[in-house]
């Protein structure tokens, strides 16, 4: 029992910070690709109209800032519920 | 099993008190657009709406000062999380953001767009990468974490002389951009203005520190998104009927487009104009609203929107905010309601730069048969603009009309020929924006100046002669700023394209590798932070990169990079990191329990006290 103990909680550690990092890199790499996609595609995005607005600025304006604000709450939600996870768990062992 | 070490229940009348404070602001200014009706000079107007809120910020500055350490540096770690989201908000867009950026998107328009978008990504950055972390790690400065993670006094020390670059630089752009105001619509001289700027500000970190930053400067973001929502959406009910602008301005691109090409403006391309992101001096606007990459080529835009969104999230003054909240969630829930706030003005600045351009060069074209605007000469008087027709045809172009960038915000109630008290209040608004934002900029380099730097050469555990020091140093950086700025001419935007580059090249480099990869080394962190701000500087004073913002920002990117490989192969190449510094990574990454820094306090504390038992 005492030999398998600190490796239930390293388990428990590895599995909360792998967690952390795929929720990291999938919130920034999400933001971050859709920034320089649209900065790569302005140009031709300009070319539809969206609420009266070219479609290029309007995501630069408005667009991303809106998903990057949505992003950042669903971020905030998921590292809670994986952060709740390990304190239950740790409880429980 | 810790418990905490005080009450960290915040105050349960906080709602009531900021519904009072944001109450008697709009009463404020209703009763002096009363005045105004009753014959008011506009030089009493403007004085009401200016210094009665002033006073209201430093009687809450007043009201929460303190001599407990704990409430001094991290205002008691009870703020709750929607108002920490306010001052952070408040110091990511500053007095820059509210005058500079609105009057760059006047300018550029859609070119523009990369500085905000590169504020709300970089504080996405922020909230994911750093900031929890830094919460749970509880330290008082982003120097003094860098020394506990790695057990390095070389490392503190370090930091804290480095982050004096990007910190002073935002605080002299603050505090000229406040002074500049102030001049503006108080009988002060600029330089006087500047004095008692810098003494506002000064008095308000030293009366209770974060504390008082804390309370004054949530106070001044409501007083500056009011100032700034009023006028916006009374222009906007006035041409769009609707008062959301942000939604409506887009029904204004076809008279902008028209006035745009009455004034003769035609699409320009990369280098055709003076400067990519304009300067401080009176300019023509020379680039139509609408057309991407005209002044930057979008490598540039990339550039820009990369260098602010690294130097924010790498901020010292937003980091240094990352122990004031109960706990981990809710400094990452603040982060995020600061995010949503960021980004709400951001998406709000263009549309003020549409109605100002569209009303301003509208009136312009009628001038042949018209006359000149009213409003050109109460611009001209206030010497937010200049125009003459210099090529004697009856008509003022756009190349005729030299316009202030930081005057864009002011000139619009202006421009829409509203009542005067709606002019002061916007001036208010963004006084208080440029207020909040330049306390906390002091007091993050005051604060790492008596805690990093004289903390770690006096070490006795005595509450006072800490704060001492941190009020000598307030005053002390106070005075220093403002001398700076009577001998040196600064333009905010540039200084703050400069401060927000140093930032990036400093500490991103170093705080992702200490708060992500376990084997970073403090020889690693050296050399992150040495090599990111050697390049920078170099490159700055040496290579010309500070000619424009966009050679400023690809400099701040290249050392970005080599700060990075530099870090890792300082790391990997150097002694492996030691135990201590392993478990200390692991304990940060532990989102329950304690701050690691009240954990070791309180360990402090039970040690003096068994040895006082014994």
Known sequence: MTTQMPETEHAVRDRHQLRTLAVAITTLSAVLCAVIGTIVYALSLNRLWFLHYPLGFYLLAQGLLIFAVVVGFWYVRVQERIDHTRSVTEEIG | ?614
Request: aromatic letters at 10%.
């Open chain 2, 1 to 614: 099993m810790s418990a905490p070490s005080r009450q960290r229940t915040p105050n349960p009348h906080l709602g009531a008190y900021y519904g009072i404070i944001t109450s008697a602001f709009i009463s404020l200014a209703i009763v002096l657009a009363l005045f105004e009706q009753l014959g008011w000079s506009e030089g009493a107007t403007a004085r009401g709406m200016i210094l009665l809120p002033l006073a209201l910020y430093l009687l809450i500055a007043g009201g929460s000062r303190t001599l407990d350490p704990e409430d001094f540096f991290v205002s008691g770690r009870r703020v709750p999380q929607v108002y920490n989201a306010l001052v952070l908000a408040g110091i990511t867009v500053g007095g820059v953001g509210f005058f500079a950026y609105t009057g760059a998107v006047f300018f550029l328009g859609f070119d523009a767009l990369a500085i905000g978008l590169g504020w709300t990504c970089g504080l996405l950055l922020a909230g994911v990468l750093f900031v929890p972390y830094l919460r749970k790690a509880g330290a008082y400065t982003l120097p003094a974490f860098l020394g506990q993670r790695f057990r390095s006094r070389e490392t503190r020390m370090t930091a804290s002389v480095l982050q004096v670059v990007p910190t002073a630089l935002l605080l002299a752009a603050e505090i000229k951009i406040a002074a500049v105001v102030a001049s503006i619509f108080l009988p002060l001289s600029f330089w006087l203005a500047v004095l008692l700027v810098a003494m506002f500000v000064g008095a308000t970190g030293i009366l209770g520190g974060m504390r008082s930053l804390t309370w004054a400067g949530s106070a001044q973001f409501i007083a500056g998104a009011v100032g700034l929502a009023v006028p916006l959406i009374v222009v906007a009910v006035l041409f769009t009927n609707l008062p959301a602008p942000q939604f409506t301005y887009a029904e204004m691109f076809g008279s902008l487009q028209g006035a745009e090409t009455a004034a003769g403006m035609a699409p320009v391309t990369p280098g055709e104009i003076a400067h990519a992101v304009p300067g401080n001096a009176p300019m023509q606007a020379a680039k139509p609203f609408l057309q991407p990459f005209g002044a930057i080529n979008e490598s540039g835009f990339v550039a820009l929107f990369l260098c602010f969104a690294l130097g924010t999230a790498a901020l010292p003054s937003l980091l240094v905010r990352s122990g004031v909240t109960r706990s981990v969630a809710d400094q990452r829930r603040s982060t995020a309601w600061a995010l949503a706030l960021v980004a709400l003005f951001v998406i709000t600045a263009p549309s003020l730069a549409v109605f100002a351009k569209v009303l301003m060069f509208r009136d312009m074209a009628l001038v042949p048969t018209a006359g000149l605007p009213a409003w050109l000469a109460e611009l001209s008087g206030r010497q937010l603009v200049q125009a003459s027709d210099l090529n004697g045809d009856g008509a003022i172009g756009a190349s005729e009309l030299l316009i202030v960038r930081d005057g864009v915000a002011l000139a619009l109630p202006m421009l829409a020929k509203l009542p005067f008290v709606l002019t002061a209040l916007m001036a208010s608004a963004g006084l208080a924006i440029a207020l909040a934002a330049a306390g906390s900029h002091l007091f993050t380099l005051a604060a790492s100046l008596a805690d990093d730097v004289y903390g770690a050469l006096d070490r006795r555990p005595l509450a006072l002669p800490r704060l001492m020091a941190a009020w000598a140093a307030i005053g002390a950086c106070a005075l220093a700023v403002a001398i700076f700025l009577l001998i040196a001419e600064v333009d905010a935007l540039h200084v703050a394209v400069t401060a927000f580059a140093f930032a990036a090249a400093t500490f991103f480099p170093v705080l992702l590798l200490a708060l992500w990869w376990p084997r970073c080394t403090m020889w690693g962190a050296l050399a992150g932070m040495g090599t990111g701000f050697v390049i920078l500087f170099l490159a700055v004073a040496l290579g010309g990169a500070a000619d424009t913002a966009v050679s400023t920002s690809v400099a701040s990117l290249v050392a970005v990079i080599l700060g990075l490989g530099a870090g890792v192969g300082a790391s990997l190449y150097g002694p492996a990191p030691a135990a201590s510094d392993i478990a200390y990574y692991e304990e940060l990454r532990r989102p329950e329990g304690e701050a690691i820094f009240d954990q070791a306090q309180q360990r402090a504390a039970a040690a003096s006290a068994r040895e006082t038992d014994d």
